[in-house]
């Protein structure tokens, strides 16, 4: 069973940039699809972008395109989400995950979770 540990998160102002990183371990993490979802107080988790195993095809929701960036390292077993001109509306505990189907990036493919990261951003 793949583990993932999550890192990066923290306070920010608005308009500013973060780095989240989530470190892969017990598993061949090259097989599996990766991605992140967010849940803020009160919400459900949502999906915030999502890569496949090859790093060649990446799929963002409507509230972060053109904001963040996902990318992935299968050598180091590492994958990142580069958060760019933050919200307040993007304050959230932040959770990586890993999905069995490693072209699949809808939610459901997702069952590896990290234990989350909060990301607060101030206005």
């Known amino acids: 069973q793949i583990q993932l540990v999550e890192s990066g998160g923290g306070l920010v102002q608005a308009e500013g940039s973060l780095r989240l990183s989530c470190a892969a371990s017990?598993?061949?993490?090259?097989?599996?699809?990766g991605g992140w979802f967010r849940q803020a107080p009160g919400q459900e988790r949502e999906f915030v972008a999502g890569?496949?195993?090859?790093?060649?095809?990446?799929k963002y929701s409507e509230a972060v395109k053109g904001r963040f960036a996902i990318s992935r390292d299968n050598d180091k077993n590492m994958i990142y989400l580069q958060m760019n001109n933050l919200k307040a509306e993007d304050t959230a505990v932040y959770f990586c995950?890993?999905?069995?189907?490693?072209?699949?990036?809808?939610?459901?493919?997702?069952?590896?979770w990290g234990q989350g990261i909060q990301v607060t951003v101030s206005s």
């Open positions: 890569i496949v195993w090859s790093g060649t095809s990446k």
């Open positions: 017990g598993g061949r993490f090259s097989s599996y699809a």
């Open positions: 995950a890993a999905g069995r189907h490693p072209y699949n990036l809808d939610s459901a493919n997702f069952e590896a």
